[in-house]
């Protein structure tokens, strides 16, 4: 059983100002992995997550989540999923706590089994010393682990994480990604939606990539790198220490008979990643070692985003 499974799925936003945020979705989430689904803001990824909770109606076509329909089993859905909402608020005059007791008896949970859970979680998450502070004062990172602790209250199946480090400094992002590792060790399915590619890369075997409402490509990472290696004319990248060096590297090389490009710090070639290093070194450019491309999610990304642009859907 797949933990994530949507046919044909379309969401129309009416108004005066008709947005198609999905159109004709087709994602296929299997269990007990990290699943990163990736694209730029305004995609339709917090669009898809809310209709996999019952939050939002599709217009069209069907969600079924832990084999439950998303829309007529909406509140079994929702006891058997954890959720982390980008944006999640909390009472700011309750202590952490507090705030999770009162989450967890929202869900179901009696006073006794709410306190104690909420303590066990407050332990997991790092914050069993916070746990009797008012949230008020807890800094942007202390509020994402407690947003992380009420979405696993009640032990779910599966966790869907809506852009969870956003605004997080780097230890806290180190933390996030060690805690989403022992939430996959555990056997649960854990979705992440975000526009951070590093994350994908430092996380996710499995990912969708979301553009304009629709799922470009989607699968594990061994497989989808080896489509785009099929399709694309790049065989190699160069990844720079910034973005100047990068643009540097592909002057040097016009007039050589190279159909190189540049995105960011990275430098595409049509060239094996051996003679990559050997044609950038006759052009006078010291480059750190050459990668066999798509080297990682950023080049499934480049790769699609620029093939959808130019109208190759």
Same mark, same amino acid.
């Given at each position: 059983m797949l933990a994530v499974e949507t046919k044909g799925l379309v969401k129309v936003y009416g108004g005066k100002r008709r947005v198609e945020?999905?159109?004709?979705?087709?994602? +296929? *989430?299997?269990t007990g992995v990290v699943y990163g689904l990736f694209g730029p803001n305004g995609a339709g990824k917090s669009?898809?997550?809310s209709i996999l909770i019952g939050l939002v109606l599709p217009t069209r076509g069907e969600a079924r989540v832990l084999g439950l329909d998303a829309v007529?089993? #909406?509140? +079994?859905?929702?006891?058997?999923? !954890?959720?982390?909402?980008e944006g999640f608020g909390f009472y700011e005059h309750l202590t952490g706590l507090e705030n999770l007791v009162y989450l967890g008896m929202l869900d179901g949970m009696d006073r006794g089994e709410a306190v104690e859970k909420a303590r066990e979680v407050l332990e997991e998450v790092g914050l069993a010393d916070a746990g009797d502070k008012p949230v008020k004062g807890y800094s942007r990172g202390?509020?994402?682990?407690? !947003?992380?602790?009420?979405?696993v209250m009640k032990d779910p199946d599966l966790v869907l994480l809506d852009e969870p480090t956003q605004g997080i400094d780097p230890e806290g992002v180190a933390w996030f990604k060690e805690y989403v590792s022992g939430l996959r060790r555990r056997g649960k399915t854990? *979705?992440?939606s975000t526009h951070l590619? +590093?994350?994908? !890369? #430092?996380?996710? #075997?499995?990912?969708?990539?979301?553009?304009?409402?629709?799922?470009?490509?989607?699968?594990e990472f061994s497989s989808v790198a080896g489509r785009v290696a099929e399709e694309s004319p790049y065989r190699s990248v160069v990844v720079f220490p910034n973005a100047a060096l990068a643009e540097s590297a592909l002057r040097a090389l016009t007039g050589r008979g190279v159909e190189a490009v540049v995105r960011g710090e990275r430098l595409y070639l049509?060239?094996?990643?051996? +003679?990559a290093v050997e044609a950038l070194k006759k052009a006078g450019v010291e480059a750190p070692s050459a990668t066999r491309f798509p080297a990682d999610w950023a080049d499934v990304f480049f790769h699609y985003v620029t093939r959808a642009r130019r109208g190759g859907e």
């Open positions: 945020a999905l159109r004709g979705v087709d994602l +296929e *989430v299997p669009t898809l997550l007529r089993e #909406s509140l +079994e859905v929702r006891r058997r999923v !954890g959720v982390l909402p202390m509020r994402q682990r407690l !947003g992380v602790a009420q979405a854990v *979705v992440i590619l +590093e994350e994908v !890369g #430092s996380l996710c #075997s499995h990912a969708a990539l979301i553009y304009q409402g629709r799922i470009l490509v989607q699968g049509p060239l094996e990643p051996g +003679e």
